[in-house]
């Protein structure tokens, strides 16, 4: 590396003195090597940053998947099987009811087994539609965890630029 420069001395006790600077580095110790090593182990950390974010989403998508499947199982089998049969039972005891088999408080019982029933085919639709979301969510655009360590990625491949 060569450099050219103006020097001016203007120190009290000398007279002022002004010239030219020439100065000449010779690589002899530093190849450069260090500064490339350190480049590498950095493009090695983000590479190894990169990986560790596929691996989460993925792991974020499997994971909200199969909780988007479990939640979508049990709303299903709520409005298939358990909200017509609990609408067929409750037919009966009503008809049983009629026919002066059953009491006014068991159909008052099944009143209530019916009323459950409903609210918790209303939770698991709602718990469909909340795994739905976060199923979205982890396909469109991750988790906050996720964001921070993209953030860390971020200025550490700025960096090797």
């Known amino acids: 590396?060569?450099?050219?420069?103006?020097?001016?001395?203007?120190?009290?006790?000398?007279?002022?003195?002004?010239?030219?600077?020439?100065e000449l580095e010779l690589p002899i110790?530093?190849?450069?090597?260090?500064?490339?090593?350190?480049?590498?182990?950095m493009y090695r950390q983000?590479?190894?940053?990169?990986?560790?974010?596929?691996?989460?989403?993925?792991?974020?998508?499997?994971?909200?998947?199969?909780?988007?499947r479990a939640a979508y199982d049990v709303a299903k089998r709520y409005r298939d099987e358990v909200m017509p049969l609990r609408k067929r039972i409750s037919e009966e005891n009503l008809l049983r009811y009629n026919g002066m088999l059953i009491s006014v408080f068991d159909l008052?019982?099944?009143a209530r087994e019916q009323a459950v029933a409903v609210r918790s085919a209303m939770e698991a639709?709602?718990?469909?539609?909340?795994?739905e979301a976060n199923l979205e969510t982890a396909i469109s655009t991750g988790s906050p965890g996720t964001f921070e360590l993209k953030a860390s990625v971020a200025p550490a491949t700025a960096v090797g630029h």
């Open 125 to 131: 639709t709602r718990d469909f539609w909340v795994a």
């Open 1 to 22: 590396v060569l450099h050219f420069g103006l020097e001016r001395d203007t120190s009290n006790e000398l007279p002022r003195r002004s010239g030219y600077e020439v």
């Open 46 to 68: 983000a590479v190894a940053r990169t990986a560790e974010i596929a691996v989460r989403a993925r792991s974020e998508v499997r994971e909200a998947h199969s909780a988007y």
């Open 29 to 41: 110790f530093d190849s450069g090597e260090a500064r490339l090593a350190r480049s590498e182990a």
């Open 108 to 110: 008052l019982a099944d």
